[in-house]
């Protein structure tokens, strides 16, 4: 389509023009349920999360092969294979996703592939995506001959509006290189910074020594984990809500950042030190949890009795979409192994997951996290060798588990007061408390405590 709007003086409410992707406060809009208002076209920014997801993947690498050098120097077999292990099946992870978000495979791009083969993918992207960018700004006084239009809707003072706006072929491009990013550090964080992080703390917990390189190679899997999980929270946002324009405002951004870090780095501390606690001992329980996580999804979609979905990519066969879902269930295990997924994964689905709000999900995830939580750090005080010289184990296991419940207050808050969307919420954070309290109550107490109609409406809520 490449009609454009032409600019009249007329003030009706289909000519207003607003700014969706740079302004989310505009003028109040008084216009029928049926009118299309006509944004104005999307500016195109600088690729920041681009190159920020860039520069963790290389500082990770690099600093994981460091210390391979490091520990085959010294002769630490089983550290140097775990280490480079975890690097790479992340690393080859991260350049099949990018092969398939891109879809390369149907193209004739021998230098792209290249550089997936010797794991620099991402570098070629990056390169690619700044690329782009530089052509955008400099044609940026330009029209662009091929255009598609896009349809969003927006909340604006509370009322729900339908908003149009061109979105030009280059602009586009960008857009597909940043989701392609925004896959690529899930996998890295989840598959590769997750158990990384996990097993440098533990050698450096048992060798009671840390390293400058150790310590390199722990600050990158960290923020890589912070940034894959916060990524992991916006990405929900627009799966559930698919059809809104949503933007995130800078505290919301801050209350997601809080929430995730002590969360995850809370758990990953539990998890370490209940290992260094029972050592071997400690791996069938640790692989028991990640099965568990790892097939609930596929015994869910068995007694549905669903069929497997097909039409996941048009030119997947059976056995490409089989290994598709099997990718997204061993990422949604990763996730829901150290963090809340944010998202409950249906594969008899074809957008693969639950688009409701599904307060249950979460409550049972974190209930069933806590209890873990607490068997392993009383695991790790009762049983625990002297492994943190003399600090007093009492004192780090109540400070892990305080940790952990502030991590789920942020949580509270952001889906009760900074949620985006939360206007849509059939019922938000305190309803379902409210309900799971009133579930706790005798039947009897509460038909003698209230008439018939108000004992119906609030039944009716939960």
Same mark, same amino acid.
């Given at each position: 389509? #490449?009609?454009?709007?032409?600019? &009249? ?16 406060? +505009?003028?109040? !809009? ?20 681009? $190159?920020? &997801? ?8 690099? &600093?994981?092969?460091?210390? =391979? ?9 089983? /550290? ?13 992870? =991260? ?7 891109h879809r390369d495979l149907a193209k004739d791009k021998p230098l792209s592939l290249f550089m997936h083969l010797i794991l ?16 955008? /700004? ?26 149009? /706006? ?11 290189h940043r989701n392609a990013y925004k896959r690529m550090s899930q996998i890295q964080a989840f598959l590769g910074s997750v ?7 533990? +050698? ?10 150790? !310590? !390199? $190679?722990?600050?990158?899997?960290? *923020? ?13 946002? %627009? ?8 933007r995130l405002g800078p505290l919301e951004v801050l209350c997601i950042t809080i929430w995730r870090t002590l969360e995850i ?17 400690? *791996? ?51 996730? #829901? @192994? ?20 599904? /307060? ?7 209930? +069933? ?9 009383? =695991?790790?005080?009762?049983?625990? !060798? ?27 808050? @952001? ?14 954070? +305190? ?11 005798? %039947? ?17 809520? *939960?």
């Amino acid at each position: 389509m #490449n009609t454009r709007p032409q600019h &009249s003086e007329r003030t009706s409410t289909m000519d207003r023009v607003y700014e969706i992707p740079e302004e989310p406060n +505009v003028d109040p !809009v008084s216009s029928l349920e049926e009118d299309v208002i006509r944004g104005a076209n999307p500016r195109f920014t600088f690729p920041f999360s681009i $190159l920020f &997801s860039t520069f963790l993947y290389c500082g990770e690498a690099a &600093s994981a092969l460091y210390m =391979v050098r490091i520990y085959r120097k010294n002769s630490e077999t089983y /550290w140097m294979t775990y280490t480079f292990s975890f690097f790479m099946f992340s690393s080859i992870m =991260v350049q099949l996703t990018l092969i398939f978000v891109h879809r390369d495979l149907a193209k004739d791009k021998p230098l792209s592939l290249f550089m997936h083969l010797i794991l620099l993918g991402p570098v070629i992207r990056c390169l690619e995506a700044m690329i782009k960018y530089l052509t955008l /700004w400099k044609k940026e006084e330009q029209e662009e001959p091929y255009v598609s239009l896009t349809r969003k809707k927006m909340l604006i003072d509370g009322e729900e509006v339908l908003i149009e /706006w061109e979105v030009g072929h280059s602009i586009r491009t960008l857009a597909m290189h940043r989701n392609a990013y925004k896959r690529m550090s899930q996998i890295q964080a989840f598959l590769g910074s997750v158990p990384q992080l996990t097993y440098q703390l533990y +050698v450096s917990l048992i060798s009671a020594e840390v390293p400058l390189g150790r !310590v !390199v $190679l722990m600050v990158f899997s960290l *923020v890589s984990v912070t940034y894959g999980a916060t990524l992991c929270n916006m990405l929900a946002i %627009q799966i559930k809500y698919d059809d809104y324009k949503i933007r995130l405002g800078p505290l919301e951004v801050l209350c997601i950042t809080i929430w995730r870090t002590l969360e995850i780095t809370s758990r990953l501390l539990i998890l370490v030190l209940f290992s260094a606690t029972l050592k071997l001992k400690a *791996v069938p329980f640790l692989v028991l949890n990640f099965l568990i996580i790892l097939f609930e999804p596929w015994i869910k979609f068995w007694r549905s009795g669903a069929q497997m979905p097909n039409n996941i990519e048009k030119n997947f066969s059976r056995v490409g979409t089989l290994v598709v879902l099997i990718s997204v269930t061993i990422l949604y295990a990763g996730i #829901n @192994f150290s963090c809340w997924s944010a998202l409950q994964l249906r594969l008899a689905d074809r957008d693969l997951v639950d688009k409701g709000q599904n /307060w249950g999900h979460m409550g049972l995830h974190y209930s +069933v996290r806590l209890v873990e939580n607490v068997i392993m750090v009383l =695991v790790f005080k009762f049983f625990g !060798v002297k492994v943190l010289l003399n600090y007093c184990h009492s004192l780090i296991a109540l400070q892990l588990i305080i940790a952990y419940l502030i991590s789920i207050g942020f949580m509270l808050l @952001f889906f009760q007061y900074l949620h985006p969307l939360r206007s849509l919420f059939t019922h938000n954070v +305190v309803d379902y408390l409210h309900c799971v309290c009133c579930h706790r109550h005798p %039947q009897t107490r509460v038909e003698n405590s209230e008439p018939p109609f108000e004992t119906e409406a609030r039944q009716s809520v *939960v």
